[in-house]
């Protein structure tokens, strides 16, 4: 957890100052205040879910670049523990970057735990994104367009994340879900 937060600060601040951005530059493409994200840069506060996908959406960079330092090489066993995970302790929601970002394919691939009571709203990704998410233990629901979608373990829905949308678990035992995130084209990582 430490570990992650840390990884946050140094690759929030290495991407700002790589694109010449002041923090109020970055506060404007990023719709996160400069206070926050100050806070962030200084190993102050850790960011939740959503405010981490704003940044990463403002800077125009994959969700995973902010978990994991490598990718996975082909042919690697993966093994539950294996990468790092971002908890967050409000919603109650916790999501491991089970194959990091890829360029060449444009994709990562996440598992996400929701808590009971959980609810996570996500403000629009980049133009273009794609998620697709299958339940693999639990019940959970997901916000598209306004409408909440009930899913079971083996069900799946794939919509655009460029809008709103969110996730909640409305039961009593908590839910776990893979995310496959797909961006259109070659972002700058
Ligand atoms: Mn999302």
């Known amino acids: 957890m430490q570990e992650i937060a840390q990884h946050i600060a140094i690759t929030l601040k290495t991407l700002r100052q790589a694109r010449g951005w002041s923090l109020d530059r970055t506060a404007r493409e990023t719709g996160v205040s400069k206070a926050m994200l100050g806070q962030i840069e200084r190993h102050e506060s850790s960011p939740t879910v959503a405010t981490l996908w704003k ?17 996975v090489a082909e042919g690697t066993l993966l093994r539950r523990g294996q990468t790092a995970a971002l908890v967050e302790r409000a919603p109650g929601m916790q999501v491991v970057p089970l194959f990091p970002f890829e360029s060449e394919l444009g994709f990562e691939f996440f598992v996400i735990d929701l808590a009971p009571g959980a609810l996570s709203e996500s403000t629009p990704h980049a133009r273009g994104v794609v998620e697709h998410i299958v339940v693999i233990e639990g019940e959970m629901d997901v916000c598209v367009e306004g409408v909440w979608q009930p899913l079971k373990p083996g069900e799946g829905l794939r919509f655009a994340a460029d809008r709103a949308h969110g996730y909640r678990n409305r039961h009593h035992s908590a839910a776990r879900f893979h995310d496959v995130i797909h961006y259109p084209r070659r972002i700058d990582v």
Do not use: K, N, Y
Request: proline share 0%.
């Open 55 to 71: 940044i990463a959406s403002g800077l125009g960079v994959s969700f995973s670049q902010f978990l994991e330092t490598s990718g």
